[in-house]
């Protein structure tokens, strides 16, 4: 009978932490700055964006490999058609 408490005050701190913790971890991307565009700016236009893989989306569902890829097709086909959502894949 000794060994109930103890298992019950290790259920409770268990859900506690998980709680706690679980509003730590998640990312809130609504809240991270718009790409910066003006970096990635080609000075020469046969200069190609890092092959690495973070996602930027879109609000038109499309989501791009990384912010680079993001301001080019931005560039290309204007800001009023292609307008940034949030980090990550869409959907």
């Known amino acids: 009978m000794a060994a ?3 298992v019950t005050i290790f259920f409770l701190v268990s859900y506690t932490l998980t709680h706690v913790f679980s509003g730590v971890l998640k990312r809130d991307y609504s ?3 718009k790409p910066p ?3 990635y700016r080609p000075v020469d236009p ?3 964006c890092p092959n690495v893989t ?3 989306c879109a609000r038109d569902g499309r989501t791009y490999q990384n912010e ?3 301001c080019v097709a931005q560039w290309n086909f204007g800001r009023e058609h292609i307008q ?3 980090y ?3 959907g």
């Open 54 to 56: 973070a996602p930027v």
């Open 84 to 86: 940034f959502d949030k």
């Open 88 to 90: 990550g894949k869409c």
């Open 68 to 70: 680079c890829f993001f």
């Open 31 to 33: 809240r991270w700055p």
């Open 46 to 48: 046969t200069s190609d």
């Open 37 to 39: 565009c003006k970096m």
């Open 4 to 6: 109930f408490p103890h």
